[in-house]
Structures are given as structure tokens and as C-alpha cells.
């Protein structure tokens, strides 16, 4: 819900509940004061009959209005004074019309009188229905100027606060650019920039911080990997080294080797977890696929393997890194190198809203709910470090993208789709 | 050729120099940006090998420096930080190659070797080993004086065999110059075996002796003995 939204709904439920409590109240009060006086007339007229009665004077059946008053013998003998609302016909108006009632038992002489005295409530109605449309009116206005005062409110006060808004929304660590909002008059908002400027300051220092950690400790320890590979090459220019001793020299070689290369792995994870590549460009996926492709077909042939490509006319281009694009496919294309039986084909489609890699091969014994974690693998004995899925998925994480996994027709897929980019 | 290596890491620094010495060439090493930059301004040198993260200063504009100063100088940047932004910029800035951390000495020869000659003879160097005579532009090669075909890698093999004669050259070093980090250890090594077979039957065919001798768990040696 928006800001202004809300505001309106409570300021319209306010409205709301006070006019309807006030309207009836009003209403209520206003009928009541009517009736009161409608009701002190009949009673007074009432006295003035009796009067008459009493002093024996006749009393015309039909007084100037008619429908006012009617005076009836009655049998009975109990005085009464009972007040009723009626609908009686007008026949003047040809409709029915609310009237008050007071029918009174009065005995003069042993003779008993009833007497029925009637006033029209037409101008309590008519009221009634003025107050309301009235009330409404005056709602209506009420209205219609809150909403009015809201919206130009909030057009102008929180202008600092959309700007501060947008301002956020644009900010990235990556680009290590100060942070400005725009000054307001208003309290609250200064104290709003002054607290979001400081945060945004630490932590573009934390990250900084963070970058030249995992920069120097990449550095730190491939430095003496170097070091001790280099001493390997020296110690197996010796002369006389007895086979066993090269083997020896062998080993630690690929050990330390797949030691610097864990190290490239988790320091590659780790920047692109800090977001420290540039995601802004324009990259197209044809290109940078076809350039991936060209990079292991002699290692696919070699295998005996074929890589069939689907890609349609059109180049999607899509805003990103072209760096971790070409990493994506080359880890994913190794990946399907690795994993599958000789002598089969490797099929890759890129069309417009996907892309698409698969290969043959059995499927995994451990499931694949992991799959996309470090460390992760399916055969512990292998080559594979255990990183390269886990790159992929972070790399498409990066770039909104999302990376999955399917097992259909005893293929290995892995696909991405791109139309919402 | 007289090289400049720029390292700040002693112990690196003291076998990449001992190895240059051992293969004849003129190097001095320096473990700082200052120092670098004297020796950058007093005296001319064939190549420069600059690593990035100097204690003292950016590697970065040692590079642009260089090439500033001395345009014939042959630049390749040895860095840890096998960061592609870095290698991007490195290039932009003027360096000929970038060599990332940890990388084999057989491997940094030969990549001298190749820039000394786009550089020095403008590519038109041949190299020359008894009856091998390689000429690296047209990628030819020819046993007395007769022209052999080969396929690229086979080629690429040779050339990195001959640029490194007479060292013992592992498995592992070979095939990271051929494939890069493409391929699976056990791959490349299959790979690399079929490869030197044919090169080997390849050579023989054409009259050429066999001079690549097998190192039983290492790899491999081009030599004459």
C-alpha cells in the first residue's frame, strides 16, 4: 500500500464513522425535539376539547381540518391517553403521510367520550431528508479537501523522502561513490540522511575492507604456492633423480596446483558474492557462447565427444558481465565434458527467452538438492574441485538470473532462462 | 637479453632469477616500486617482468611508466591476482603479456622467448636445433631443410620443446601451455602422450632423430644426449 494510500484510508474511515454517528445522533435529537412539540400540541388541543366537553358545548364533528380530530361515544369507561404514530391517507397529497396520534377517554356525565386527535409529522420527514443530503454535502466537501491537503502534503513534505528513496535504490557498494541525499527543512528526514549517509559510509568501508582482504589473502597464498612450484621445477632439472624421486616431484606438483587453483575457485566466489564486477554491460550471449564453444571443441573431439549447437538467428543481449558470462560457459560446457560417456553429444540452444545445455549420463545417486553447493561432489575421487556449479549459480545470482537443473530422457540439463532480462 | 624483474616476494624473486641466470640471460630483481623506478629511468633493458602488488605502489603504473620511458621494452606482468579486470587493464596500459601466479618456469621462457622475438626481429626469427629449423611467424617447421606438416597443437608442442631445450619439462607444465586450464589433468595427460607419439613418428618419418626422451614420472626432456 502507498503512502498516500493509507493515510487516505484512515483519514476516510475517520470521516466515515464520525458522520455517521453524528448524523444519526443529530437526527435523533432533531426528532425528538419535534415530537415533543408536536406531541405538547395534541395535548393542549386535547385539554381544550375536554374544556368543551365539560362545559357542554357541542363540538362540530368536522373541525376546519377535518382529519385533525374525531370524537366518538365510547363504551368504555377507563380514562385513557395513548400516544401512537399512524399513516393516514391524505387524499389533498393522494398518499400516505406519517401522523402523530393521541386518542384520549373522557366522561362527562356518565357519558364516555373518545377522543382522537391527529398532526401530520410531514415536516419532521421532510427535515430528516434535508439534514441528511445536507450531512452528505457537507462529507463530500470534507472529503474531497483532505484528500486534497493529503496529496499536495505529500507532494511537498515528502519530496526529500522519494528523493532519499530513489537515491537508495541507486546505490551500489560496487561503484564506491559517496552516497548524497538531498537536504530537507523537515527534522525527521534530516536526521534520515544524516544516519543513512553514516551507514552507507561504514559499510562502503566494510566492503573495501572486505575486497583488499580477499584480494591480499589470494595474494598471500598463491605467492608461496608459486614459490614452491618453481623449487619443484628447479630440484627436477637435477641429474640422476631416480624415477620414484620424479614421481614424488610429479605428485606434489598436481597437488599444489589444485591447492592454487581452490584458491582462484573461493577467491572468484567470494568477488563475485561482493559484487565486484562491473554487471552494466551490454553482453551478447551469442557471441560469448559461440567464443566458449570454440574453446573446447578440440578438447571434445579429443574425446571422441560431440558438441551439437542450437542457436537461433536472433543474438539476445542482455546487461551483465561479459567477464562471468564466459565463465558460465566455459565451467558449464566443462562440467558437461566431464560428466558424460564417450563417444556421446553435448547439445547447447540459445534461443531468445533460454539457454540450454545437456548431456548424456546417469543420474546422480545422491539427488540433486545439493547439487549447486561447494564442495559438493557426486564422486569424491574425482579431478573436480566442487566449485564450478556452485560459480555458475552465484555468477546468474549476480546477474538476476537463475540457474537449473533437470534430468529428462537420461539428459543432464542445465538452463537458464533469460526472457525477463 | 637483460631483464628487469620487478617481485616482492624475496624467495620468488631468488628463483626466477637463479632460473634466468641458468638459462643465460642478464637479470636484476627488485622488490620495490621506487627501486623499480630508478633502474626503470637509468638503464635500458630487453624485457620487464612486473608483478602487481608491490608494497610500496601499483604495478599498473610501473607498466604505464615503462612504456612511457622505454618503448622497447617487452612487458609481462606476473601477478597473483588472476583477476581479468587486471589482465584487461594490464594490456590497456601497455604491457605484451600477463603470466598469473603460480605459473612454470619452462612457461615464463618461453613466453619471453616469444615476445623477444615479435619484438626484436619483428618475428622473423628462426629458431635452430640440429636439423630442426622452426620459424615461428609462418608456424613452419623443417627437417633438413625439408618442410614438415604438422597439426597446430603438435606445432605448439614442439616450439614450447625447443624453446626449452635441454630442461626437464613436466607433464603438467607442458600441457598448461598447450590447454590452459581447460582441461582435467587426466585429459591433458592422455592427450599430451597421443600428441607426443605422433610428433615423434611425424619427426622420424620425415628423417629428423628423435630427440624428445621420455622422464618416467615427470615428463619429458628435448635434448641431444
Known sequence: MKLIQATTRSYFLYAFIAFAIGGLLSFWMVKNALYEEVDEKLYEHLQEVKKALDAGETIPEAWPRKLERQLTLSTADTSLLQWKDSLIFHPGEKEFQPFRQLKSIHSVNGKSHQIVLHASLIEAEDLAEAMGSALALLFVLLLAGLLLINRSLLRKLWTPFFQTLEKLGDFRLVQNKKLALPASSIAEFQQLKAVLEDFSAQAQHDFEAVKAFTENASHEIQTPLAAALLELDLLAQKEGLSEEQLNHIQHTNLSLRRLSRLNEGLLLLAKIENRQFELGEQVALKDVLTASVGRFEELAEAKGKGIEKHFSPASKTITGSSILLEILFDNLLKNALRHSPEGCIISISLNESSFRICNPGQPFQKGTQHLFERFNKENHASDSLGLGLAICQEICKAQQLQLQYEYREGQHCFFVEIDSV | ?225
Open chain 2, 1 to 225: 637479453m637483460k631483464i628487469l624483474l620487478i617481485e616482492d616476494d624475496p624467495s620468488l624473486a631468488a628463483i626466477i632469477r637463479r632460473y634466468a641466470l641458468d638459462e643465460g640471460l642478464r637479470c636484476e630483481a627488485v622488490g620495490s616500486y621506487q627501486e623499480a623506478e630508478e633502474k626503470i629511468f637509468l638503464y635500458p633493458y630487453d624485457m620487464a617482468l612486473v608483478d602487481l602488488g608491490l608494497p610500496d605502489g601499483e604495478g599498473l603504473e610501473l607498466v604505464k611508466a615503462l612504456r612511457r620511458h622505454s618503448p622497447e621494452t617487452g612487458i609481462i606482468i606476473i601477478s597473483a591476482r588472476n583477476a581479468v579486470d587486471d589482465r584487461i587493464k594490464g594490456l590497456e596500459y601497455g604491457a605484451d603479456d600477463y603470466l598469473s601466479k603460480p605459473f612454470h618456469l619452462p612457461e615464463l621462457k618461453a613466453r619471453l622467448r616469444a615476445l623477444e622475438r615479435r619484438r626484436q626481429h619483428k618475428g622473423e626469427e628462426q629458431l635452430r636445433f640440429e636439423e630442426f629449423t622452426l620459424i615461428p611467424e609462418k608456424h613452419e617447421v623443417h627437417i633438413h631443410n625439408k618442410s614438415l606438416a604438422l597439426r597446430n597443437k603438435e606445432y605448439e608442442l614442439l616450439l614450447f620443446l625447443v624453446v626449452n631445450e635441454g630442461r626437464v619439462l613436466s607433464k603438467m607444465a607442458i600441457a598448461e601451455h598447450l590447454w590452459g586450464d581447460y582441461m582435467d589433468e587426466a585429459d591433458s595427460f592422455d592427450f599430451l602422450y597421443n600428441h607426443i607419439k605422433n610428433l615423434r613418428k611425424k619427426i622420424q618419418e620425415a628423417g629428423g632423430k628423435d630427440y624428445i626422451q621420455t622422464i618416467y614420472g615427470l615428463g619429458y626432456k628435448f635434448s641431444q644426449a
